[in-house]
């Protein structure tokens, strides 16, 4: 046993010894995750995250219902469906979505989900990693406009650490960029049902 124990003992100075140059020759300051690697963690990010839930439009309809079109992959509500007014919120129902799950109406009005794809005129093309960044920490647009409606969870999502926004923001980046204005939000027509009402 105790030849067993000198054997390994040796065994293991000599991994050591023979690894002592690349330990004393390696960089010790971290680097950054190749590109791809990048946008790889943001697509997994965006994917569990459910972003394509709200911001790719569902319009494929199957026997179970509808799905998310991915040829139009996080590309908001779309431009050309023009929105019916909402109903009315009451108590059992305080806010509703569209069919495509791109529109929501509720007490703050009607938002839209945005455009996340690269087109500078129409998504997030013009957008810095910064401005991205804001955008999520302080729920506004553009990381200092108007305010981030429902149902969007910024407020969990502002949790998220600046890698995975990063990441989040690197695999947006990468999409093809799709032309798709989508509408301003609408303010609310009546007030929200009171407590009381509920």
């Keep these: ?50 972003c394509n839930d709200c911001h790719t439009p569902w319009t494929v309809m199957t026997p179970d219902g509808p799905e998310p079109d991915y040829t139009r992959t996080l590309s908001g509500h ?10 009315a919120p009451n108590p059992s129902w305080v806010w509703s979505g569209a069919a495509t799950n791109t529109a929501f109406a509720g007490p703050w009005g009607v938002s839209f989900a945005a455009n996340l794809t690269p087109d500078r005129e129409t998504g997030l093309g013009d957008w810095t990693e910064k401005m991205f960044v804001d955008t999520i920490r302080n729920g506004r647009h553009h990381g200092r406009g108007r305010p981030i409606l429902p149902p969007m969870p910024w407020k969990m999502y502002r949790n998220a650490s600046d890698a995975d926004l990063g990441a989040i923001f690197a695999y947006l980046r990468s999409l093809p960029p799709i032309v798709n204005r989508v509408p301003q939000p609408l303010e609310p027509t009546s007030p929200p049902p009171t407590p009381a009402q509920r």
């Design 1 to 50: 046993m105790k030849t067993l124990l000198t054997a390994a003992a040796l065994m293991l100075g000599a991994a050591i010894a023979l690894d002592a140059p690349s330990a004393l020759t390696a960089d010790p300051r971290p680097t950054a995750a190749p590109a791809s690697d990048l946008v790889a963690r943001g697509k997994y990010l965006v994917t569990i995250m459910g």
């Design 78 to 87: 779309p431009e050309a469906l023009q929105m019916p007014p909402a109903p």
